[in-house]
């Protein structure tokens, strides 16, 4: 069984940084694409950014492009997204998800495990 634990979500002025990592419990980390993804208060969960189990390939959400950057250490079985310039608009939780696949993916079905979720909230 996967389990995926987040850390790093906090309280940033608009235009400040943060950076989130997610822990990877199995054994096989590296035979898995990863994503992240956010839900707002009253609004559905939606796609951030997903990185393939190599690093090579990545694809990022229009709203968070050129901001943020999600990358993988394989050895440490973590997946990060460092975001910059934060927006009041990314106040959400954020929950990485883990898909039994090589490649990409935004789709939240295409995720068979996900995290409890960290929040970030960005004051304006």
């Known amino acids: 069984q996967v389990q995926l634990v987040e850390s790093g979500g906090g309280l940033v002025q608009a235009g400040g940084s943060l950076s989130l990592s997610c822990v990877h419990s199995?054994?096989?980390?590296?035979?898995?694409?990863m994503g992240w993804f956010r839900q707002a208060p009253g609004k559905e969960r939606e796609f951030v950014a997903t990185?393939?189990?190599?690093?090579?390939?990545?694809y990022y959400a229009d709203s968070v492009k050129g901001r943020f950057t999600i990358s993988r250490d394989n050895a440490k079985n973590t997946v990060y997204l460092q975001m910059n310039s934060l927006k009041p608009e990314d106040t959400a939780v954020y929950y990485c998800?883990?898909?039994?696949?090589?490649?990409?993916?935004?789709?939240?079905?295409?995720?068979?495990?996900w995290g409890q979720g960290t929040q970030v909230t960005v004051s304006s």
């Open positions: 990185i393939n189990w190599s690093g090579s390939s990545t």
């Open positions: 998800a883990a898909r039994y696949s090589s490649g990409i993916s935004d789709s939240l079905t295409q995720y068979g495990y």
């Open positions: 199995g054994r096989t980390f590296s035979t898995y694409a």
